[in-house]
């Protein structure tokens, strides 16, 4: 191994496959389990006090532990704890009043220690499930249980195609906190298997365990695939293993593409052997990673520098209590008690804090009118900002009065939409003294409206000619430039209403 700058160079092999076609599937059917890894929402890793973030620059937050220097020792993190134990009492299991770490022992030249400490024999959580049902996707509900939920520690970060036959080690990752959640094989599609992820995605957010991320890596997903003939035991199947899926498009691809390249073998009279695979997105085919290691060849043993966990009862009643209410409940209280559509449900749901900001938003106004604004003004602005409600800084508090000014008349939508800016901005004034500020005011006088239409339709005369012959289109450019005359002071609706009218009236000469 030689250095680069900060990153350590590591020679590097590929790996080749064969090329396959899609198989008919009739006769045939899936057996399908996940097991999905999730960055914990720590500030410091899960055996050392070094900083969780491994996105910072490369090999900056890094300590002895983590580069598995001689005589180090790990120390557990017990916020790391807590977290796992949200997560399992959030899936409605049991948190183990004992459990312990193990060493699962492989060689890989971004797991510094030569193994990885995990929960194989006694992890944190057991039991727990999540229903899918009817509404979210596949065709028939069906409860999909939870083996066991365990806490282990991150991998490095490899990057590879930097310098030709070498890839690139950030040990930042290294040590991060993951939980594992591992299903039992209850799953019988890529469909069923998306809708898992994404129900797990907002469990995990709603309840502050993760971020759940995966275009960032924070979550990934590992799948279990095996096939049977239709009217045979749904585990006689030699189960494959597709590694590192990030995303929810990339698993459904990889789980169709695998059930059809065994289905092809199967129905050639050829067996299917138990390997790791991986998926090539662009090809839309998996391949061969490393023939796939049965228990014993990871040697797992506990890990001696790593005591058991001892958990009460007490203080698994103290997390209890802290978790929100959960998504199930939360999705039939807003539509029972505000009407809401399951649309704007389901955005503000997947939003950590957004139901929160609803309901102090939503008191004493129309539900509804704040929902749309929500889904639609604030999401809008967050994604052009790529940023995080909670990351924010506007308040309910502010959103509220913004509501208040445009229901009472004193700002028209489209100065609603740049209070809404400004808030976003970091604006701390009142929305009271920004109106005051700006001079905004709602130009109720019809007359003054129909003269600056008036005068919009005599300056564009092919515009006023053109929607006469039914270019309808021309009527969006007509009411926008008599917006802009009014200096967007008149409601929109009171401009579209006499831009027709007069419009009319010109046909009707």
């Known amino acids: 191994m030689r250095q680069i700058g900060k990153l350590a160079l590591v020679a590097a092999r590929g790996f080749r496959y ?82 312990s770490f193990d060493r699962k022992h492989y060689f890989y030249l971004d797991q510094p220690l030569g193994y990885q400490i995990t929960q194989q024999q006694q992890p944190i959580g057991r039991g727990g499930f999540i229903d899918l049902c009817q509404a979210e996707g596949p065709d028939r509900s069906k409860r999909v249980r939870i083996h066991q939920l365990q806490l282990e520690q991150d991998t490095a970060k490899s990057i590879h195609d930097v310098y030709p036959g070498y890839f690139l080690v950030d040990l930042n990752r290294a040590g991060v906190a993951l939980i594992e959640i591992v299903t039992k094989p209850d799953l019988d599609s890529a469909e069923e298997a998306v809708q898992f992820v994404r129900k797990m995605q907002v469990l995990l957010r709603h309840i502050g365990v993760s971020n759940c991320n995966m275009e960032d890596g924070s979550m990934r997903c590992d799948v279990n695939v095996s096939v ?5 035991n749904r585990l006689s199947g030699t189960r494959c293993e ?57 040697r797992y043993m506990p890990d001696p520098d790593i005591p058991e966990v001892h958990i009460s009862g007490d203080w698994i009643k ?125 130009l109720s006088d019809e007359s003054q409206i129909r003269k600056a239409a008036k005068d919009v339709l005599d300056m564009h005369p092919k515009e006023v ?6 270019q309808t289109r021309r009527l969006n450019f007509l009411i926008g430039k008599t917006m802009q005359v009014t200096k967007g002071q008149a409601r929109p609706q009171d401009v579209s209403r006499i831009v027709k009218e007069l419009l009319e009236s010109k046909g009707a000469d």
């Not at 049977?228 to 045979?232: E, I, V």
């Open 18 to 99: 064969n090329g396959y076609s899609t198989a008919a599937a009739r006769g045939w059917r899936s057996t399908i389990g996940l097991e999905l890894h999730v960055q914990l929402l720590s500030k410091q890793k899960l055996f050392s006090a070094a900083s969780a973030k491994w996105d910072d620059a490369p090999n900056t937050n890094v300590c002895m532990v983590d580069a598995s220097i001689p005589g180090s020792l790990p120390r557990l993190n017990p916020h790391c704890v807590r977290l796992a134990a949200r997560a399992i009492l959030g899936l409605e299991g049991q948190v183990q009043q004992i459990s």
């Open 228 to 232: 049977y003939r239709d009217g045979n």
């Open 242 to 298: 597709l590694k590192n899926l990030n995303s929810l498009k990339v698993i459904r691809n990889a789980i169709d593409a695998e059930v059809a390249r065994q289905i092809e073998l199967l129905a050639a009279g050829k067996a299917v052997e138990q390997e790791t695979r991986g998926f090539d997105a662009r090809s839309g085919r998996t391949f061969l990673v490393r023939s796939k290691e049965a228990a014993p060849d990871y």
């Open 318 to 442: 103290i997390v209890q209590k802290t978790l929100p209410e959960l998504p199930e409940v939360t999705r039939e209280r807003l539509l029972n008690q505000y009407s809401l559509t399951k649309e704007d449900i389901e955005i503000m749901i997947n939003e950590p804090g957004c139901v929160s900001f609803f309901e102090h938003s939503a008191a004493g106004r129309d539900p509804k009118r704040v929902a749309a604004w929500v889904t639609s003004e604030i999401f809008g602005q967050l994604s052009y900002r790529a940023q995080r409600l909670a990351d924010s800084p506007l308040t309910a508090a502010q959103f509220g009065q913004l509501l208040d000014s445009l229901g009472n008349d004193e700002i028209t939508s489209s100065q609603a939409k740049q209070l809404l800016i400004e808030f976003m901005d970091g604006e701390s004034r009142t929305a009271a003294e920004l109106i005051k500020a700006h001079g905004w005011k709602v």
């Open 465 to 470: 000619s053109g929607y006469l012959k039914g």
